[in-house]
């Protein structure tokens, strides 16, 4: 498995589970209504070294537990070559996978039932990516999540779905309360699924942003870090030029800069380290001519609760937290 910092190299960063997959031609069936019990529920834990990515445990044609990534910027859910070969998953029609830095094509295959935790999703085709890339048994993307509402507690370290009737829980237990606003920031679809935030600014700067849970830094496009540069002098210090990876092994060179303020709605995170990179995925989202933000990890932890409300259009944050040093701060000090 791939760390995220090389031992030879700390200056070498590997984004995880980041970029949009979007795997063509990728179906699923409705998830079946099965009750939902909290019986042999597996704690999911939001941990705190370099991959603060959620997994969650998933059983495929009666099979498991593996261990798949919650991934809401991926389109499909994907399997690792490992998992595939050892289930003897069927082949189905080869896939396009859009990555962060290029388009590839992918072998495909049929899952025929991913049960999560009482929840099942039928007759998926998915497409297969190398183990050591995914750091996983595989990826649940947007074909499954987007059915849900989809929350991350980052003080508690537990995640959550949940349907009109159902709710699963992984980690910890269900809060009871929340001064989370229900509505949260309304957003637009995205041309994969994705919910696209409009209420950002960056150094005064409008953007649009969506979130990528299995990204673990945030990234922003060129757009963005040409605007920021022609608004305020002083809105962008950049610090050194890094190689970054995705999850089909491409790579791309990002900039590190500190950015002067970082708004998202009503929360005011202030200055604040990114990354920028002229990633395949903004392309594939046609976000690459106008200003936008991925949100990893990194600004996700930055909140005690972040919910993804896929039904009703919305993303919610809720009570920031006290800033402290993260690694690509400390790797800026370097």
């Known amino acids: 498995m791939r760390t995220g910092i090389s031992c030879v ?53 009666g099979t498991g537990p593996f261990s798949f990534v919650i991934d809401t910027g991926s389109v499909s859910t994907a399997v690792s070559d490992t998992l595939a070969r050892q289930l003897a998953l069927p082949l189905r029609e080869s896939l396009m996978v859009h990555g962060i830095a290029a388009a590839t094509v992918t072998p495909g295959v049929g899952v025929g039932r991913l049960t999560l935790q009482g929840m099942t999703a039928r007759n998926l085709h998915s497409p297969v990516l190398p183990r050591d ?45 929340t001064r989370l606003s229900r509505e949260g920031l309304r957003t637009t679809r ?62 791309v060179q990002a900039t590190m800069a500190r950015v002067a303020d970082l708004r998202l709605g009503a929360h005011r995170l202030g200055q604040t380290t990114l990354l920028f990179a002229d990633m395949h995925c903004f392309r594939a989202l046609h976000l690459s001519d106008r200003p936008a933000l991925l949100i990893g990890a990194d600004l996700l932890g930055r909140f005690r609760r972040v ?14 937290r006290p800033p402290s040093l993260s690694t690509l701060d400390d790797l800026a000090s370097v």
């Open 307 to 320: 919910v993804i409300d896929f039904a009703r259009n919305s993303v919610a944050f809720d009570g920031l």
């Open 133 to 177: 890339q995914l750091g996983a048994d595989g990826l649940i993307g947007l074909d499954i999540l987007g059915r849900f509402k989809l929350g991350f507690d980052t003080e508690r370290r537990t995640a959550s779905l949940q349907r009109e009737t159902m709710r699963i829980i992984s980690g910890g237990t269900e809060r009871v309360g």
């Open 190 to 251: 995205g041309r994969l699924g994705q919910l696209i935030i409009t209420d950002l600014r960056i150094s005064g700067q409008p953007a649009v942003a969506f979130v990528d849970s299995g990204a673990q830094y945030s990234i922003g496009n060129p757009a963005l870090m040409e605007a920021i540069r022609a608004r305020r002098l002083d809105g962008l210090v950049a610090s050194r030029d890094i190689p970054v990876f995705g999850v089909t092994g491409h790579s």
């Open 9 to 61: 190299d700390r200056r070498t960063l590997l984004l995880g589970a980041g970029g949009v997959l979007l795997a063509g031609r990728a179906h699923a069936e409705p998830l079946s209504s099965d009750p939902v019990t909290e019986a042999g529920l597996d704690d999911i834990q939001l941990t705190r070294n370099l991959f603060t990515r959620v997994a969650t445990q998933v059983s495929i044609n």
